[in-house]
T-cell receptor, first 112, second 111 residues
Framework: DAGVIQSPRHEVTEMGQEVTLRCKPI?????LFWYRQTMMRGLELLIY????????DSGMPEDRFSAKMPNASFSTLKIQPSEPRDSAVYFCASSQTLTEQYFGPGTRLTVT | EDQVTQSPEALRLQEGESSSLNCSYTVSGLRGLFWYRQDPGKGPEFLFTLYSAGEEKEKERLKATLTKKESFLHITAPKPEDSATYLCAVRITDSWGKLQFGAGTQVVVTP
């Protein structure tokens, strides 16, 4: 298996622009997680999907962030409009329900 | 409030110098403790899951143990390729699988 796939790997954008991050989970996994990692706050859970349904989005920082999972093999995390404080590494992870999570390589986002 | 604390924050070892990392937790009902390894510029890589006090898991030079209040990750005779940040995370009762991560221990092994 190719593991969790994320794109792009790096994104540099200007403040106010829309950013879309993409994730393809491991085939057969029914849980998908979006995380954000920064030096100051460590690894934070943003949102969790189970069977393509958002279960917990309490970690989404504000309305500028939105996530979708239209099918079992694809999810997006969108930031609109982006701000410099959104600069971080964003990880997608997948698992079968209540088992260990497998992380993708991450997307490094820089907002100038 | 549920908390996960890792110590030390950073650890510098000579090749072959064994040591241990600590992950202490205060959670209301543990449903699994997870260890991950993270290399610079990469996503966390799953290492072990521990479920009950007294449980131990091993993989190459790494051994993870669990008590009722903490977990240890023992690194035996480390090599430079063991250099990484080691993260622990806990899953608590009544959660759907949500993990709470510690801040990590950065390990550097020098030749």
């Amino acid at each position: 298996d190719a593991g969790v796939i994320q794109s792009p790997r790096h994104e540099v954008t200007e403040m106010g622009q829309e950013v879309t991050l993409r994730c393809k989970p491991i085939s057969g996994h029914n849980s998908l997680f979006w995380y954000r990692q920064t030096m100051m706050r460590g690894l934070e859970l943003l949102i969790y999907f189970n069977n393509n349904v958002p279960i917990d989005d309490s970690g989404m920082p504000e309305d500028r962030f939105s996530a979708k999972m239209p099918n079992a093999s694809f999810s997006t995390l969108k930031i609109q409009p982006s701000e410099p404080r959104d600069s971080a590494v964003y990880f997608c992870a997948s698992s079968q329900t209540l088992t260990e999570q497998y992380f993708g390589p991450g997307t490094r986002l820089t907002v100038t | 409030e549920d908390q996960v604390t890792q110590s030390p924050e950073a650890l510098r070892l000579q090749e072959g110098e064994s040591s241990s990392l600590n992950c202490s937790y205060t959670v209301s009902g543990l449903r699994g403790l997870f260890w991950y390894r993270q290399d610079p510029g990469k996503g966390p890589e799953f290492l072990f899951t521990l479920y009950s006090a007294g449980e131990e898991k091993e993989k190459e030079r790494l051994k993870a143990t669990l008590t009722k209040k903490e977990s240890f990750l023992h690194i035996t005779a480390p090599k430079p390729e063991d250099s990484a940040t080691y993260l622990c995370a806990v899953r608590i009762t009544d959660s759907w699988g949500k993990l709470q991560f510690g801040a990590g221990t950065q390990v550097v092994v020098t030749p």
